[in-house]
């Protein structure tokens, strides 16, 4: 719904009660004002007369402001509490320590601390012998690929260009 002054609301709901309370009559009239393309819809109209009705007041119903509740300072201070003395402990269980959801926390711990988890990957050590397998699986492979491509020319050779037949330009 566009945004329409308090007057323009005035207006609205004065012709809505002229039209017995009918949102296409409504239309209709507002259509002669605000012109074919700018009137406000039926759904606007029916929006604003509903508003209207329930609350007496032509303007905005205010929006809903969103209370952090779980998020609060005091939480938040508790959080970060218990990261700084144990910056290894699970969401999960830093949860039932603090007495606070898992989400909670995760929201707590990614938005007001920013900080961003991670899983610790466990590798293998590396043994003295490791660069030497390394290196003769690396020659291994190249010489493979260079016998694979020796073979291929060979037979190109054999065939005399015979292997062209097959490939269509």
């Not at 017995?20 to 759904?43: D, F, H, M």
């Not at 603090?98 to 929201?107: A, D, H, K, N, V």
């Not at 003769?136 to 493979?144: G, K, P, T, V």
């Amino acid at each position: 719904m566009n945004r329409y002054t308090i007057e323009q609301h005035l207006e609205i709901i004065r012709i809505y009660d002229q039209n017995s309370c009918s949102v296409r009559r409504t239309y209709r009239a507002l259509r002669e004002i605000y012109g074919q393309r700018n009137p406000p819809t039926e759904r606007s109209i029916y929006r604003l007369a509903e508003n209207f009705g329930h609350t007496g007041s032509l303007s905005n119903k205010s929006t809903h402001v969103h209370r952090r509740g779980a998020q609060s300072e005091v939480n938040i201070a508790a959080v970060s509490q218990s990261v700084r003395d144990d910056p290894n402990l699970s969401i999960p269980r830093r949860s039932q320590e603090l007495g606070l959801s898992q989400t909670t926390t995760w929201i707590i711990l990614y938005q007001d601390l920013h900080l961003k988890p991670y899983k610790v990957q466990i590798t293998q050590e590396l043994k003295a012998n490791d660069h030497h397998l390394r290196q003769n699986f690396a020659n291994w492979a190249l010489e493979r690929v260079v016998a694979n491509w020796v073979f291929r020319m060979h037979s190109v050779r054999q065939s005399r260009g015979e292997h062209l037949n097959d490939i269509i330009f």
